[in-house]
């Protein structure tokens, strides 16, 4: 098991190696520094010395990869790959084009992020097994072929109407919770409370309906017609042999989520106004802060891999049947 | 008249033609036939098919575009023949000039008067703060309180002329069709209904607004239309630039194994471990960038923005494939395991001919529940990514652009609801069509689900 | 409800009595089970034969209303005790069943729930019906498991399904059943999927059970040898009917209807053998080892190779057929796939006519793929669905390149169809339109197109009903008599092998463990290893 984790850790490098290089690839090769330097300067003030200035003050005129200039081991330091991507590596962020240190803002960010998200994950994964359940109860009924037509139309409406429809009816119309803040003291769950409402709603459609087909899976196996044979009611097949081993293919399904929730929701954040990760990416895409996304890219596809390892470990915790090698 | 192709036209009239192609060869296949009838036998599936074979013809009459010849001034003296810097569509043409008419800014459905209070003049010439009345709305009432009886009257005619299209229509496939086996009613009905509110859409929009108009006073059911050539376009050449990566690869990585399928491997890890979002937000910038450095490669504004969507439509494929590719290649796994493929190497078969004869045909299930599964998430996306910023350009009409330009609006009094209504509404029944539809395909083609059918 | 009221049956007392059932298909009302009557007595097997789709797994489900949705019984009674259970409600149906009626599957693993011990899966059965709980729940449990022959019973409670051998899994199931000593016990195929040593182990379980506890046994099989081990009355169900009823001994020495004859005749008839054909090799294997790395470790390095196949030396004869005979694991389908070269050696040596063709590259191979065919076992997952079998049967001739114009090839597969029995406008359907047998003779067609010297047969018949499996098998004899191709028939049963092979080979753990010809085998086997697996061989 150990040697495992650690055999997937060190498999990790490459990955992570392989987003740095594309990352590095896109943003200083694709698109060169003095083109970062135009856009950011706006059309004003477009001149080869304001270029250059601004180069200096963000630390772009190196070389790319190779520092001729320089002398032994800074030949490689002492290159805009070397400063901008394989620092990354040691979890130095730098600072973002607008000159706050990104490691400090990622860091208290990320709290109000994780705040909405798992509360949001961990009910709307409750409520979509409850609803599943519900309607796998009364399988081959009408009801049943209802709720699936039920589970498409939710799934058929955008995210952005969730929101919007939520704010109108719950914050605007009956007036029950603020529309959009955030405050760290005093009723924090006053914020909370809609866009966690928001996020289960809108993911019951298609989270009901997939869990649905998979107990529907699990029903058909021949250890549900084992446990009829030893006259276990519907009921008890349902909850002792149908949801545990429906709960595998779950709980290994959604493990790989649970480490990128730190990085918070690109929407519910920012219609909310909840100073998290996700507001904090959509920002940086709006001004166009390449160094911030550049980071976030880094510590999401981190976040995604120690999810992916995460999920293996689960699969042994879940399916006896499973063993780590 | 002079056409004008964009490259956006172009890409979805040659792939309309190879899905056709493409379906006219899986017809001699009986067991892909038999699954088709499958999926068309059922009534839902015929309705939500008519919903999307309309969403398509809508889409394809607007991406037929052409600069209209400007007539020249009688000073001018020549038979040099100059055409409007503006790029219309047949599809403009048939709604009859709705998009023509332009208000000052927003005005409610149906609405004989403005939205916002102005300066304006009355009767006797003093300068009075009232609601200027609409441009374009209820120009022929002689009194604002014929409106009820008047749209009544015209929704009455306009019906009857829908009904006299809608009999045009489908007598002759009720002729054609009529001992089939298929319930070819649902989709008459549904043809039916789709013909009579078109009819009605476009003889009512010449004396009202039926959705309003916006804040540029721009009328919200045209741009509703507007978005649906870009909903369907992104929907399907996003899947046509992906298709082909996620196939050769997840094929290559199942068949050949080895240090192919690490290579496959490494890179589909790789790429899914990027946040979706962020790599697709960082490349639109870096595209945007690119055109605005380079302004001069477009000859017409909407050549541009055809452009900046082209190029989204790559970057979501390209970003995109790795599900696909997953799939693929576990499916091929499964196949290169089978006895007719080990059948096929004791014969001594080639690779490339083993790869297109046994592998390829038996993972186009996968293929097709993917395309039109991914058909609606895509759809769905546009809207979210033109709220980031990073969508379609602002110029071009999407139900994306139009939601981000209304959601503030929501909070004035008076709500103004209907361009989210229109966005919404359109968008919706896009989606849910293609979300029934995909839900019956995979149904029809997905062995797993087949099998459980033959066993119960 | 405790055990010490229930009053064992007296031997001969009806316990389950069967009257005109009939079952339908929901959607069409076609009949599948038409009208059939039986009754179970107490101590006594009573064996249901047929072969797949005859009808006799639905019966058992639908005597204990367990039949899926898309089956409906349409008349008839199950009678348990006196008491017709189709009167019951679904309640007291369930109190019915495990306790008074039980019933143990066909597939063993897939039939245990695979997230729950076993030890838990055998006390749900006694919480259920009984007031049994804690400690001497599990004492229950324990002592049932010594009861049907599981090792370690104490330890054994708490493993779940797959780490049990598939024998073991089979003996939870019996546990299960017997738990609430039941006077009925279904019994759906309940060896179809274990090796034959095993198989015999279970079926003795289940006799002795019978007879020590008065069970009621209703065993549901198309193995005849099973039936002539174990039970004491037969029927045999074909096409929902039940054609024929009568004592074991009656049965198999005066059958009356023509297709029970057929059932018999399929059981091996050990005096009659094939002599060696002739000297002359064709196929010679020397050592050959087929490794397959185990990796561990932090850096995956290789400590250690299964030894799938290791050390297999023997030599097949122009014209000959070799049974290579093992059970599922022993290695004999990999070095099928070897000598294919579908599969590395990792050593040792394999000549075709003098040449050595083991580790030759794709291409210095091809020249012998014409001489070296194959039929695998899943005739469905042979052929691809999406091809015609006539394209199915030209695709060798076309990559091998044997230079025939368009209408000569199609000549030729009309000839190849006609001989195997099909009919030469099969060439322009697809595989799906075909039964089992047909397939498999599809098969035999492809392998002939190329003019093979040999033909390596993957176990081609054991998907295939035991009617079907004769034919199948006449077909391959009669075509080594009229082309003089040799076979390399892998198998796992010995019962077929005495009318088929020359020569035997008997592989276990990837060693080839004894051969010699086929009445040397079978007659004087001298490895132990042999001598089980021809114990469990039925014979008449």
């Known amino acids: 098991m150990f040697a495992y984790i650690v055999r997937r850790l060190i498999y990790a490098i490459p990955i992570l190696v392989g987003v740095n290089l594309l990352t590095f690839t896109l943003f200083f090769v694709v698109n060169s520094p003095d083109d970062m330097a135009a856009s950011q300067l706006g059309d004003k003030y477009v001149t080869p010395e304001a270029i250059e200035n601004w180069k200096q003050k963000n630390g772009y005129d190196k070389p790319l990869f190779l520092n001729p200039d320089a002398a032994g081991v800074a030949q490689i330091t002492d290159t805009i790959f070397f400063d901008k991507s394989v620092r990354l590596f040691a979890f130095d962020f730098g600072r973002s084009e607008s000159g706050r240190d990104i490691t400090t803002d990622v860091a208290t960010r990320m709290w109000p992020s994780l705040a909405v998200a798992l509360p949001t994950f961990l009910v709307g994964i409750g409520v979509n097994i409850c609803v599943a359940l519900m309607v796998v109860m009364f399988r081959g009924t009408r009801l049943d072929r209802g709720a699936v037509f039920v589970f498409v139309a939710l799934m058929s409406i955008s995210y952005l109407f969730y929101i919007i429809g939520g704010q109108f009816l719950v914050a605007k119309t009956w007036r029950l919770v603020p529309i959009s803040g955030f405050h760290t003291e005093g009723q924090v769950w006053k914020f909370l409370i809609l866009p966690v409402l928001v996020g289960v709603v809108a993911g019951i459609g298609a989270g009901a309906r997939w869990y649905r087909t998979l107990f529907l899976e699990e029903a058909n196996q021949d250890y549900v017609r084992t446990a009829r044979a030893k006259g276990c009611s519907e009921l008890s097949i349902l909850f002792r042999h149908i949801l545990p081993n429906a709960l595998i293919p779950i709980l290994t399904g959604v493990v790989v989520l649970i480490p990128s929730l730190f990085m918070g929701s690109l929407l519910i954040e920012s219609f909310f106004g909840i100073p998290g990760l996700g507001s904090y990416m959509l920002d940086a895409i709006n001004s166009q802060d390449f160094a911030i996304v550049r980071s976030m890219v880094f510590i999401g596809s981190i976040l995604y891999i120690i999810g992916l390892l995460l999920t293996d470990i689960s699969y042994t915790w879940a399916d006896p049947r499973v063993r780590l090698s | ?456 | 409800m405790s055990r010490e009221h229930q009053t064992q049956p007296t031997a001969g007392t009806v316990c389950l009595r069967v009257q005109d059932l009939t079952v339908t298909l929901a959607e069409t009302g076609e009949a599948i089970v038409k009208g059939i009557s039986f009754e179970l007595q107490a101590g006594k097997v009573f064996a249901l034969v047929g072969e797949s789709g005859s009808g006799k797994s639905v019966t058992s489900l639908a005597a204990m209303r367990l039949l899926p949705d898309a089956l409906r019984i349409s008349g008839g009674s199950v009678e348990v005790s006196g008491q017709d259970l189709f009167g019951l409600s679904e309640a007291r149906m369930q109190e019915v069943r495990g306790r008074r009626v039980a019933m143990i599957f066909q597939n063993a693993m897939s039939a245990l729930n695979p997230v729950q011990t076993v030890g838990r899966q055998v006390a749900e059965t006694l919480r259920l019906h009984t007031r049994l709980r804690g400690a001497a729940l599990r004492e229950r449990v324990v002592s049932l498991f010594q009861e049907v022959g599981i090792p370690d019973p104490e330890q054994r409670f708490d493993f779940f399904p797959h780490q049990l051998s598939g024998g073991q899994q089979q003996r939870v199931m019996i546990a299960m059943a017997l738990a609430c000593e039941p006077d009925v016990l279904i019994a759906d195929e309940p060896t179809t999927a274990l090796d034959v040593t095993i198989q015999l182990q279970v079926l003795n379980l289940i006799r002795e059970l019978t007879r020590s506890r008065q069970l009621a046994v209703l065993l549901i099989t198309h193995d005849m040898g099973v039936v002539k081990n174990t039970a004491d009355d037969v029927a045999v169900m074909y096409r929902g009917e039940l054609i024929e009823r009568a004592s074991v001994e009656d049965f198999f020495h005066n059958p009356k209807q023509a297709y029970s004859r057929r059932l018999i005749d399929a059981l091996p008839d050990l005096t009659h053998f094939r002599e060696a054909a002739t000297d002359s090799p064709l196929l010679e294997l020397e050592d050959v080892k087929v490794w397959f790395p185990i990796r561990r470790g932090l850096l995956q390095r290789v400590v250690d190779h299964t030894r799938a196949v290791d050390g297999v030396s023997l030599a097949i004869g122009r014209g000959e057929t070799y049974a290579l005979v093992g059970e599922s694991g022993s290695g004999k389908s990999t070095l099928g796939r070897a000598v294919l070269n579908l599969e590395p050696i990792a050593g040792g040596e394999i000549r075709f006519q003098g040449e050595t063709i083991g580790g030759l590259g794709r291409g210095a191979m091809l020249p012998y793929r014409k001489q070296i065919q194959v039929i695998f076992q899943n005739p469905f997952s042979s052929m691809n669905p999406r091809m015609t079998v006539g394209d199915i049967i030209a695709e060798g001739m076309i990559s091998l390149g044997l230079a025939l114009s368009p209408e000569e090839r199609k000549a030729r597969i009309q000839r190849l169809l006609e001989r195997v029995q099909l009919a030469a406008e099969h060439a322009h359907r697809y595989p799906h339109e075909f039964s089992g047998g047909q397939l498999q003779r599809i098969a035999i067609a492809r392998a002939l197109a190329v003019n093979p010297e040999l033909i390596i047969c993957d176990e081609p018949t054991s998907a295939l009903d035991v009617s079907i499996r004769a034919e199948v098998l006449d077909l391959l004899a009669e075509l080594q008599r009229e082309f003089g191709v040799s076979y390399l028939f892998i198998t796992h049963d010995l019962s077929i092998v005495p009318g088929l092979a020359h020569k035997v080979g008997v592989m276990q753990r990837g060693k080839l463990v004894e051969q010699g010809t086929a009445e040397q085998i079978l007659t004087a086997p001298e490895h132990p290893y042999t001598r089980a697996l021809l114990a469990a061989v039925p014979r008449i």
């Not at chain 2, 870009?230 to 094929?251: D, S």
């Not at chain 2, 809207?383 to 939601?403: C, E, K, R, T």
């Not at chain 2, 069509?433 to 062995?447: G, H």
Request: charged share 15%; with cysteine; proline share 4%.
């Open chain 2, 1 to 456: 008249m002079k056409p004008v192709i964009l490259w956006s036209d172009a890409l979805i009239f040659l792939l309309v033609i190879s899905l056709a192609l493409f379906f006219w060869r899986l017809r001699r296949d009986p067991q892909t036939r038999e699954r088709w009838a499958e999926v068309f036998s059922s009534r839902l599936g015929m309705v939500a098919f008519t919903v999307i074979a309309a969403y398509i013809m809508v889409a394809l009459l607007d991406s037929l575009h052409f600069r209209r010849a400007l007539e020249n001034p009688e000073s001018l003296a020549t038979e040099e023949v100059f055409y409007d810097n503006k790029v219309t569509s047949v599809f403009d043409v048939l709604t009859g000039g709705m998009g023509e008419r332009f208000e000052r800014t927003y005005s409610a459905p149906f609405a004989l008067l403005s939205f916002e209070k102005e300066n304006i003049k009355d009767a006797d010439g003093r300068d009075i703060r009232d609601f200027p009345p609409l441009r374009h709305a209820g120009q022929h009432l002689s009194h604002p309180d014929e409106r009820a009886a008047d749209i009544l009257g015209k929704s009455v005619r306009a019906l009857l002329w829908g009904l006299l299209l809608c009999a045009l229509v489908i007598t002759p496939q009720w002729l054609l069709l009529r001992g089939s086996r298929f319930p070819w009613l649902a989709s008459w009905t549904t043809q039916a209904v789709i013909l009579c509110s078109a009819v009605w859409m476009v003889s009512l929009s010449r004396h009202y607004h039926i959705l309003g108009t916006d804040q540029g006073g721009a009328d919200v059911l045209f741009q509703s239309l507007k978005g649906i050539r870009t909903g369907v376009l992104l929907g399907t050449l996003a899947t046509l630039v992906m298709l082909p990566i996620a196939v050769t690869l997840g094929v290559m990585a199942g068949y050949f194994k080895g240090w192919v399928d690490d290579v496959v491997q490494y890179l589909y890890t790789t790429l899914s471990s990027i946040p979706g979002i962020l790599l697709i937000a960082a490349s639109v910038l870096l595209f945007q960038v690119y055109i605005d450095l380079n302004p001069d490669f477009f000859a017409v504004g909407m050549e541009k923005a055809d452009a900046k969507f082209i190029a989204l439509c790559f970057i979501l494929g390209v970003t995109s494939w790795s599900t696909l590719c997953r799939l693929i290649r576990a499916e091929t796994l499964k196949i290169s395991q089978l006895g007719y493929v080990q059948a096929a190497h004791a014969f001594g078969v080639s690779h490339t001919r083993i790869l297109g004869r046994h592998v390829l045909p038996n993972v186009v299930h996968i293929i097709l529940i993917t395309f039109v599964l991914d058909f609606s998430a895509l759809v769905l996306a546009e809207a979210v990514l033109s709220y980031i910023g990073v969508g379609v350009d602002p110029s071009m009409g999407s139900w994306g652009n139009m939601i981000n330009g209304a959601r503030s609006e929501l909070s004035r009094e008076p709500t103004i609801w209907w361009t989210l209504t229109g966005a919404f509404f359109f968008m919706f029944v896009l989606v849910l069509a293609a979300n029934l539809f995909s839900d019956l395909v995979r149904d029809a083609f997905d062995p797993r689900t087949s099998l459980r059918r033959a066993s119960a």
